[in-house]
């Protein structure tokens, strides 16, 4: 994560400061990073559920190095074009959804149900960390060295992750039958089991549509930071690094948030918190001091999206079978990712036809339709995680009482 969040500072810069990026190309490489989510999400699901995560996670981490290592080296010999971003975009997206799949769907293999929020809750916290020194640290790295040298650092990054993969202990392997046999029946099988689910069904959709929302945001991101607001990169670092830090409070206080208020308000909050602080950029001007006003609105606005998060990942989790963890995550990411290349092309239309500002106005405003959604969906009422019921109050002659079964 920390490589890839020096990534996304990099990248932006290459195209757009030093190949000088028009809005259409930027729009065709953001739809590059994520067109591969669409095409792969489900055979992912069927892979991460029919053989081991664990070299899938490892394999995975060692081509990215590779495929990540040609922008430099196109770079010192002087053939770093375009085309050559997308193709990097478009095997890099690909890897990735191959290695989330298993990545993701691991976690239940290593801790019990009762500690899935936790583990969530941990490791996007985790990853939050990583994601604001990745950040800064590629910032620092990008002012120095140049964007295109610095990401021979994500790619030894890549390295370290596969390092670092290989020494996951052994998950508990299921037996051969409960494995799915065939791809096109295993993925029909995913699909119908979330469509059908009374809890998974709305999640989903909710998060499908939010996701639409932030394709059409971001596609035009740090092209407004670099162009209209004229940050640099040092500028899009602080941006990026203090959402990462947000992102890190959120998932920390997550689960106490679900204990006290219940996972349906926690889903809620984050995301119509994440609408309100999109705000800012609609408003923002040249200078340090909107640049700043940006970074606390990206920070609040993560915090809110990581609370979220790993509450519904652990929602989803508690409630999927074992023998299709992968797969119910992938017609997750599959429908969630899987439209934000129409996103980024939506984003491009848009600002043809009338300007970037309008974009980012739509997809602010489409931020709060998921927020509705989830209003009116069973999600609303869950005061609870799945498998744990709240403890009704004990009465006052009672509360002296230990806390033994037969009490309960």
Known sequence: MAGSSLHAVALPVVAVLQLHATPGQVSLLAAAVMTPAFVLALPAGWVGDRYAK???????DLAAAAVVAAVPVCWTVGALAMPVLYVVALLLGALTVLHQAASIAIVPELVNREQLQTANARTIAAFSAADTAGAYCGTLVVTLAGAARALWLDCLSYLASAWC???IRPAVQRPAAARPARMVSGICEGIGYVMRHPLQRPLVLTLTFHAYAEGIVTTYFAYTLLTTLDSGAPGLGLVMGMSG??????????????????????????????????????????????????????????????????????????????????RAQQTSVWLVSGLRPFAALTAGGIAAFVGVWATLLTGTVLYLVPVLMLWFSPIRDLAAMPGAPARPPLS???RHLKDDSRAW
């Open 54 to 60: 664990k070299p899938l996670m490892v394999g995975t």
């Open 245 to 326: 830090l947000g992102g890190l409070a959120g998932a920390i206080a997550a689960p106490r948030l679900v204990r006290r208020i219940g996972p349906g308000r926690v889903l809620l909050a984050g995301l119509f918190g994440y609408a309100v602080c999109g705000i800012p950029l609609l408003l923002a001007r040249p200078g340090w001091m909107w640049l700043t006003v940006l970074a606390a609105a990206g920070a609040v606005r993560m915090a809110g999206a990581a609370a979220a998060g790993s509450t519904q990942r652990s929602i989803r989790q508690q409630l999927c079978p074992p023998q299709l963890q992968s």
């Open 396 to 398: 006052p002659q009672h």
């Open 165 to 167: 993969a290989s020494r």
